[in-house]
């Protein structure tokens, strides 16, 4: 079974830094993709940012960007020049047939 | 843009009630999903339904049932509601599975007492 890790429950930045959030997976499966959703304080979970595996160019999205280690299975997403509506629940998930979620970094953005 | 509307933010059912989640979305997606979130363990599937009157399990069924009569409605059912079910209920859809986009709706907090 596909399993999804987030090692870090919170982070947090002070604004205008660089943070990076750490996620690795186990899947035995070669197609499948890569996503780091946001979930605002009482907003709706968002897309942030996607990746096909078999792409080895890493993903970007204005301020954020991935670093896709295949082979590590590793995923974690970057946010330059944080702000402070970068504060939220990150949830990076495994996709294929359908989705399977790691527990979440909350990050907090310092004035 | 896609909406997805869920029928309560918040809910407070007591222990045996027969309780019903209700999701819509607007755009024609073929897929649905029932996920329940809770602290440190994340997003968890519950079902999923592909197509109109079809459903699979997901990770965690058990004590759930879903209905899904028409493609833009797709209910979750407590047969009989437990404290253990307490949690925040969210549903997504997207046109694709898996590989796709998911635009989930605003939740509902589920109190069970």
Same mark, same amino acid.
């Given at each position: 079974?596909?399993?999804?890790?987030?090692?870090?429950?919170?982070?947090?930045?002070?604004?205008?830094?660089?943070?990076?959030?750490?996620?690795?997976?186990?899947?035995?499966? %070669?197609?499948?993709?890569?996503?780091? !959703?946001?979930?605002?304080?009482?907003?709706?979970?968002?897309?942030?940012?996607?990746?096909?595996? !078999?792409?080895?160019?890493?993903?970007?999205?204005?301020?954020?960007?991935?670093?896709?280690?295949?082979?590590?299975?590793?995923?974690?997403?970057?946010? %330059?020049?944080?702000?402070?509506?970068?504060?939220?629940?990150?949830?990076?998930?495994?996709?294929?047939?359908?989705?399977?979620?790691?527990?979440?970094?909350?990050?907090?953005?310092?004035? | *843009?896609?909406?997805?509307? &869920?029928?309560?933010?918040?809910?407070?059912?007591?222990?045996? $009630?027969?309780?019903?989640?209700?999701?819509?979305?607007?755009? *024609?997606?073929?897929?649905?999903?029932?996920?329940? &979130?809770?602290?440190?363990?994340?997003?968890?599937?519950?079902?999923?339904?592909? *197509?109109? #009157?079809? #459903?699979?399990?997901?990770?965690?069924?058990?004590?759930?049932?879903?209905?899904?009569?028409?493609?833009?409605?797709?209910?979750?059912?407590?047969?009989?509601?437990?404290?253990? &079910?307490?949690?925040?209920?969210?549903?997504?859809?997207?046109?694709?599975?898996?590989? *796709? $986009?998911?635009?989930?709706?605003?939740?509902?907090?589920?109190?069970?007492?």
């Amino acid at each position: 079974a596909q399993t999804v890790t987030q090692s870090q429950p919170e982070m947090s930045v002070q604004e205008a830094e660089t943070v990076t959030l750490s996620c690795t997976y186990d899947t035995s499966e %070669s197609d499948y993709y890569l996503f780091w !959703y946001k979930q605002p304080p009482s907003r709706q979970m968002i897309l942030v940012i996607r990746q096909e595996a !078999y792409k080895q160019q890493n993903a970007t999205e204005n301020r954020f960007s991935v670093n896709f280690q295949k082979a590590a299975k590793s995923f974690s997403l970057k946010i %330059s020049d944080s702000q402070l509506g970068d504060a939220a629940m990150y949830f990076c998930a495994w996709g294929a047939q359908k989705l399977v979620f790691g527990q979440g970094t909350r990050l907090t953005i310092n004035p | *843009d896609v909406k997805v509307t &869920q029928s309560s933010r918040y809910l407070v059912k007591r222990t045996g $009630e027969k309780v019903f989640l209700e999701c819509v979305q607007d755009m *024609d997606h073929e897929n649905m999903f029932w996920y329940r &979130q809770d602290p440190g363990l994340g997003l968890r599937l519950i079902y999923f339904s592909y *197509d109109v #009157k079809m #459903k699979e399990k997901g990770d965690i069924p058990e004590g759930y049932s879903v209905s899904r009569e028409k493609k833009e409605r797709f209910s979750l059912i407590l047969e009989s509601a437990s404290t253990n &079910q307490t949690s925040m209920y969210l549903c997504a859809s997207s046109f694709l599975r898996g590989r *796709d $986009e998911q635009y989930f709706g605003p939740g509902t907090r589920l109190t069970v007492t």
